[in-house]
């Protein structure tokens, strides 16, 4: 990794050069296809519910979870021209498209109901059609995903086939023997999702699948079943893995390697998952839809950190009032970043300046080593008598009491300090604690203007988004709504 200074005297980070492995009018449902079409014997996907094994237009994956308002919301800014879905999500989707006015073909790939279409009747001599993939360029689209939305409604990401390819298309095949098999449970409407659908076509691996939502117990008796040996997950799938009462390291012995990525990953479940797995290969994966993976923290870093910028990327830090410039808002450039903001051109400007940077909302550093340290989000950051606050740390050390399972830590309204900070706490299973014993533990280790002034909340499980990411800003809602100064 390499720094040097930009034209305004920043200093700027870049992981090594590496130029695109794809040619730029290659689609990536050409290179999938070419991958694919190497070994017609070759297993790609197992979906456990069913046992089932199994074009260049821009594609718009939504969360099925979503109300009527929200997919009006979504289907509003892309205008699709036909939506593919389960029966069981169909009418949510007729008023919402009803009550936009929108004209669009409708296919059911499950049951079939009366007209509506179903996939089958487009499963009849396309082989021609599939063979004969156009050429893209730079700026064609090939996924629209969405952001977490957990500060509002999520924002519709526009993703390049170059920008996908470039992320993921690198010939890591020679790492992994053919057939072997992964396991996720990420949706596809997020970007995770689609990276995992990617990376484990073009390394030729066996996808397990399920459309069961996340639990501990599903995950092991998956793993029990087919045996995988890469598990990619985001960090509260560990946490709750961790904590459940049927956790025994010999039921993951199959999986050797575990890739995290989708919001930070605590220290203390960075521990915990090299305390119990010593010879499993753990990849930290930070990065964000708009800009794809920035560092990964992989099995040669002995440290907890977001690890080393990846080839292609260059960084900096925007100061605002975070000091020196080797600390502050880290912002990024690549030579394939997002398109923008799908029907949000006012959005996107937000978020990528004048100079291309796409910024990021996240607070870093890079340490003597290279090394990066996301250090919390920008607009979570606590103003307690013009004192930054870092969340991120009160809730690092609050992990490292033996009865915590789950925290969340926000500033809430005083009418003297400006911010305090206040905890949301979910307790592991039998266990209890009292609110002053939590306060006590982090006053001991974390200077006066760090402490719980907003108190301590237990909850029995947080508010999340589908993709499993906290939302702060309902947490400080709910807090600020009961603590009265």
Same mark, same amino acid.
């Given at each position: 990794?390499?720094?040097?200074?930009?034209?305004?005297?920043?200093?700027?980070?870049?992981?090594?050069?590496?130029?695109?492995?794809?040619?730029?009018?290659?689609?990536?449902?050409?290179?999938?296809?070419?991958?694919?079409?190497?070994?017609?014997?070759?297993?790609?996907?197992?979906?456990?519910?069913?046992?089932?094994?199994?074009?260049?237009?821009?594609?718009?994956?939504?969360?099925?979870? %979503?109300?009527?308002?929200?997919?009006?919301?979504?289907? *509003?800014?892309?205008?699709?021209?036909?939506?593919?879905?389960?029966?069981?999500? %169909?009418?949510?989707?007729?008023?919402?498209?009803?009550?936009?006015?929108?004209?669009?073909?409708?296919?059911?790939? =499950?049951?079939?109901?009366?007209?509506?279409?179903?996939?089958?009747?487009?499963?009849?001599?396309?082989?021609?059609?599939?063979?004969?993939?156009?050429?893209?360029? &730079?700026?064609?689209?090939?996924?629209?995903?969405?952001? *977490?939305?957990?500060?509002?409604?999520?924002?519709?990401?526009?993703?390049?086939?170059?920008?996908?390819?470039?992320?993921?298309?690198?010939?890591?095949?020679?790492?992994?023997?053919?057939?072997?098999?992964?396991?996720?449970?990420?949706? @596809?409407?997020?970007?995770?999702?689609?990276?995992?659908?990617?990376?484990?076509?073009?390394?030729?691996?066996?996808?397990?699948?399920?459309?069961?939502?996340?639990?501990?117990?599903?995950?092991?008796?998956?793993?029990?079943?087919?045996?995988?040996?890469?598990?990619?997950?985001?960090? %509260?799938?560990?946490?709750?893995?961790?904590?459940?009462?049927?956790?025994?390291?010999?039921?993951?012995?199959?999986?050797?390697?575990?890739?995290?990525?989708?919001?930070?990953?605590?220290?203390?479940?960075?521990?915990?998952?090299?305390?119990?797995?010593?010879?499993?290969?753990?990849?930290?994966?930070?990065?964000?839809?708009?800009?794809?993976?920035?560092?990964?923290?992989?099995?040669?870093?002995?440290? %907890?950190?977001?690890?080393?910028?990846?080839?292609?990327?260059?960084?900096?830090?925007?100061?605002?009032?975070?000091? =020196?410039?080797?600390?502050?808002? @880290?912002?990024?450039?690549?030579?394939?970043?997002?398109?923008?903001?799908?029907?949000?051109?006012?959005?996107?400007?937000?978020?990528?300046?004048?100079?291309?940077?796409?910024?990021?909302?996240?607070?870093?550093?890079?340490?003597?080593?290279?090394?990066?340290?996301? @250090?919390?989000?920008?607009?979570?950051?606590?103003?307690?008598?013009?004192?930054?606050?870092?969340?991120?740390?009160?809730?690092?050390?609050?992990?490292?009491?033996?009865?915590?399972?789950?925290?969340?830590?926000?500033?809430?309204?005083?009418?003297?300090?400006?911010?305090?900070?206040?905890?949301?706490?979910?307790?592991?299973?039998?266990?209890?604690?009292?609110?002053?014993?939590?306060?006590?533990?982090?006053?001991?280790?974390?200077?006066?203007?760090?402490?719980?002034?907003?108190?301590?909340?237990?909850?029995?499980?947080?508010?999340?988004? *589908?993709?499993?990411?906290?939302? &702060?800003?309902?947490?400080?809602?709910?807090?600020?709504?009961?603590?009265?100064?």
């Amino acid at each position: 990794m390499s720094s040097t200074l930009d034209e305004s005297g920043n200093k700027v980070w870049s992981g090594p050069e590496q130029g695109p492995f794809y040619h730029e009018t290659v689609s990536i449902g050409r290179a999938l296809y070419y991958t694919m079409s190497r070994d017609h014997g070759l297993i790609a996907q197992i979906n456990d519910n069913n046992g089932i094994t199994m074009t260049n237009v821009p594609v718009h994956v939504i969360d099925t979870s %979503y109300t009527v308002e929200e997919f009006q919301y979504m289907l *509003s800014k892309t205008k699709p021209c036909i939506i593919f879905l389960t029966s069981t999500v %169909y009418e949510r989707i007729r008023k919402a498209t009803e009550g936009i006015d929108l004209k669009c073909t409708v296919v059911t790939i =499950d049951q079939k109901l009366p007209g509506v279409e179903h996939i089958e009747d487009y499963l009849v001599g396309t082989r021609e059609k599939w063979s004969k993939m156009g050429l893209i360029d &730079k700026d064609t689209i090939a996924i629209i995903c969405h952001t *977490s939305g957990t500060t509002g409604l999520p924002k519709t990401v526009s993703l390049s086939h170059q920008h996908l390819l470039f992320k993921f298309g690198y010939p890591n095949a020679q790492r992994y023997p053919r057939g072997l098999r992964s396991i996720a449970f990420n949706s @596809i409407y997020w970007f995770t999702g689609i990276l995992v659908y990617i990376t484990t076509t073009l390394i030729e691996s066996t996808r397990i699948i399920t459309t069961d939502t996340f639990s501990p117990e599903l995950l092991f008796g998956m793993v029990e079943k087919y045996k995988p040996s890469l598990f990619f997950s985001c960090p %509260y799938e560990l946490i709750a893995m961790l904590s459940s009462e049927q956790f025994i390291p010999d039921r993951m012995s199959s999986v050797t390697e575990y890739s995290v990525s989708g919001s930070i990953l605590l220290e203390a479940t960075w521990d915990a998952i090299r305390k119990f797995f010593p010879t499993a290969d753990l990849y930290n994966v930070y990065g964000m839809s708009e800009t794809g993976a920035i560092a990964v923290n992989s099995k040669t870093c002995t440290k %907890y950190s977001a690890g080393k910028i990846l080839p292609g990327v260059q960084l900096k830090f925007l100061n605002k009032e975070f000091a =020196d410039g080797s600390i502050g808002e @880290i912002c990024i450039k690549s030579e394939f970043l997002f398109l923008g903001y799908y029907g949000d051109p006012e959005a996107t400007a937000t978020v990528v300046d004048s100079e291309g940077w796409v910024h990021t909302g996240d607070i870093g550093m890079i340490d003597e080593d290279g090394d990066l340290h996301v @250090i919390d989000r920008v607009k979570d950051v606590i103003d307690f008598c013009s004192e930054n606050v870092l969340p991120l740390q009160i809730e690092q050390v609050l992990l490292t009491y033996s009865a915590v399972k789950l925290v969340s830590v926000v500033g809430i309204p005083h009418p003297h300090y400006g911010e305090v900070a206040a905890a949301a706490v979910v307790l592991k299973s039998g266990n209890f604690v009292t609110e002053e014993e939590i306060k006590e533990h982090v006053a001991s280790k974390l200077s006066y203007y760090k402490h719980l002034r907003g108190g301590v909340h237990f909850f029995e499980d947080l508010p999340r988004t *589908s993709t499993a990411k906290i939302k &702060k800003r309902v947490i400080k809602e709910i807090i600020s709504n009961i603590v009265k100064f």
